[in-house]
């Protein structure tokens, strides 16, 4: 669940752009009679047409990225069925951190390119090559890397971080490219590509895949005889995506131009440029505060990042939980447009603040969960469909308070950007407000198995501890490893006070910030 949501990135709002030009459309005439049905439809229609296979190419171009981080999201269910300590749980969790970072390589992107194969294929193509590249390699070497009691964690994770560089690499390609490669008055069509694109590529990597690849699932609703494998498994569906990924590729490289694209508005400052600007923008001392406050307002809310591994801990399928995002989508789709017209105001910030508190409250309520979802096991293994009901119900109401959080910091962002400097104020706002998600969750992941204790009961054992080494030792004396002291609810109590203790701290900095003048957050070019 946590996947999904810490991947969610900010796009502008194109509606304003489409419907003013739906509106110019319809005020044309169109033979002889603009009120006629027929030439609505026509016009309404007409306006994006002509973008038709840009429109297309953007939509599978950011599918394609959406696979790798879907496949990422889920890695962690698999360790998860392997008994996998949280220390390498947390070492893994470092492969979603080039899309926090990329800033960092963002402007020789835009700025370094070969004129004569294009500004952006000079990216878009190697990026996707070394994609398709590793997923084929790690088709015939998961057995080992990924197979047996002790997966290789390391090796994914050096894999899965290349593959997210790329993707992210590609994702910066891939939007300079939208500006060029859309019409203007259609360019706002760039976010709508985005937003679903690397959702469905998502979806794709992480829910279906999951579905797919469980044994459980495919024998309850896809045979009639049942089998000990799925459909699929990881090897033959990073196979498959490999030879997309070299299909599409080339057939880009060699069909599609970029000399006859539209460059009117496709200025580049220079790559050096842009890290001096970069550098005093986040120089300006309220920006600072500001960077400061998006860095550490999500530390009273880092143990959410366990909850799921908890949860299949206690039993919960991965493929069920991976199921339990298909209805949050509509949700995570709607949630903005519906938050948007609460933090369109001047104190954005307000229902920033409030959604903090909520989300502590959450801190408390998972634990709850957590603590309470073993006496809802029944005999079988199995859970009734109520205890489904109450997390279903329980993500519904924290995605409201996350998506406040949300909307709320990209409204203030937009709002304090300086306009003279295009989107580099507000990219790199948006980049330390993602940072500040990533780092909280890769520290909770890190610490929680030092913060367990887990004692040998019984058998003819000495252990005092019963830690993952001397786990076989203690079963073959006899005896039972069990968790005395469970670091997972430790954290969910250091993260509270943490929390409560930043809303003291920085409640009073954040309502001054939003009551700064605008002109306190230019830079000086």
């Not at 229609?45 to 599918?63: A, G, K, T």
């Not at 701290?505 to 309502?511: A, N, Q």
Request: glycine share 8%; charged share 15%.
């Amino acid at each position: 669940m946590n996947g999904l949501n810490a991947r969610s990135r900010s796009r502008n709002n194109e509606t304003q752009l489409e419907n003013s030009n739906f509106v110019d459309m319809k005020s044309g005439e169109t033979n002889g009679n603009s009120n006629s049905p027929e030439s609505l439809i026509s016009s309404k229609m007409h306006w994006w047409y002509e973008d038709r296979s840009s429109v297309l190419l953007l939509l599978f171009l950011y599918i394609l990225q959406g696979i790798p981080l879907g496949l990422a999201g889920s890695i962690p269910m698999l360790l998860a069925a392997k008994s996998i300590d949280y220390k390498q749980q947390a070492l893994f969790s470092f492969v979603f951190w080039p899309f926090s970072i990329k800033l960092l390589w963002a402007p020789l992107v835009d700025g370094a390119y070969i004129q004569n194969f294009g500004r952006r294929k000079t990216w878009l193509v190697p990026t996707q090559y070394v994609i398709g590249i590793i997923m084929m390699i790690l088709s015939f070497k998961l057995d080992s890397i990924l197979g047996g009691s002790e997966p290789d964690v390391w090796k994914l994770t050096v894999c899965f971080f290349i593959l997210n560089f790329c993707a992210a690499t590609q994702d910066i390609a891939v939007d300079g490219w939208a500006l060029t490669m859309l019409s203007k008055k259609n360019v706002g069509l760039a976010s709508t590509c985005n937003s679903v694109g690397q959702t469905a590529g998502y979806f794709l990597g992480y829910v279906v895949f999951l579905a797919l690849e469980s044994a459980d699932f495919c024998n309850k609703y896809l045979r009639f005889v049942p089998q000990e494998v799925g459909l699929i498994n990881l090897a033959g569906f990073m196979y498959f995506w490999a030879i997309v990924f070299f299909i599409t590729t080339t057939l880009v490289m060699l069909f599609k131009s970029e000399t006859t694209e539209n460059h009117s508005d496709d200025s580049s400052n220079g790559v050096v440029s842009t890290y001096k600007l970069l550098f005093k923008i986040i120089c300006l001392p309220n920006v600072l505060q500001y960077v400061v406050i998006l860095l550490t307002a999500k530390i009273g809310f880092a143990s959410e990042s366990i909850v799921a591994l908890k949860l299949i801990e206690c039993g919960i399928h991965k493929e069920t939980l991976a199921l339990l995002a298909i209805p949050l989508t509509p949700l995570q789709i709607a949630l903005p447009l519906v938050i948007a017209k609460y933090t369109s105001g001047p104190r954005p910030l307000d229902i920033f603040l409030k959604a903090v508190r909520y989300r502590l409250i959450f801190t408390v309520w998972f634990a709850a969960v957590i603590y309470w979802t073993p006496s809802f096991k029944q005999a079988d293994g199995s859970f009734p469909y109520y205890y489904f009901g109450i997390i279903l119900v329980t993500y519904f109401i924290h995605q409201v308070a996350l998506y406040s959080m949300f909307v709320s910091v990209m409204a203030f962002n937009a709002k304090i950007s300086d306009p003279k400097i295009g989107g580099t104020y507000m990219t790199l706002l948006n980049t330390v407000a993602n940072l500040g998600g990533t780092w909280p969750s890769t520290l909770a992941l890190w610490y929680v198995g030092a913060l367990t204790t887990t004692n040998c009961v019984g058998g003819t054992s000495n252990l005092a501890n019963c830690d993952k080494e001397s786990k076989a030792v203690c079963e073959s004396s006899g005896g039972t490893c069990v968790t005395t002291i469970d670091g997972f609810y430790i954290e969910c109590a250091i993260c509270l006070v943490l929390g409560v203790f930043w809303l003291i701290w920085k409640s009073g900095t954040v309502r001054r910030l939003q009551n700064m003048g605008l002109d306190r957050w230019r830079c000086p070019t």
